[in-house]
């Protein structure tokens, strides 16, 4: 969970896809912990102006990612669902 608040962006982004896909194919063992960063990671603001423009470019990658994830992820079963907005 480390990976996903690393200062190299394209660290935090390999990790936000891999971790989002370990989630969608059910391969945690506990994932509410990780959804939990993934809302975090989402709404954390990052100031544009002190990160490099590839750094900002990954960063809206990042939030897309995210975005995707909490899109796909409750349509899978209604039980997903159910349980993320508990």
């Known amino acids: ?3 996903l608040r690393d200062s190299d962006f394209n660290i935090r982004l390999l990790a936000t896809e891999g971790f989002c896909k370990l989630l969608i194919c059910e391969r945690m063992q506990s994932p ?9 990671l989402n709404f954390e603001k990052v100031k544009n102006e002190d990160l ?4 900002a470019g990954l960063s809206i990658k990042i939030k897309k990612t995210i975005e995707e994830f909490f899109t796909h992820f409750p349509r899978l079963a209604n039980s997903r669902c159910i349980e993320l907005f508990e």
């Open 1 to 3: 969970m480390k990976m």
């Open 32 to 40: 509410w912990d990780f959804i939990a960063r993934l809302i975090l």
């Open 52 to 55: 490099s423009p590839r750094q």
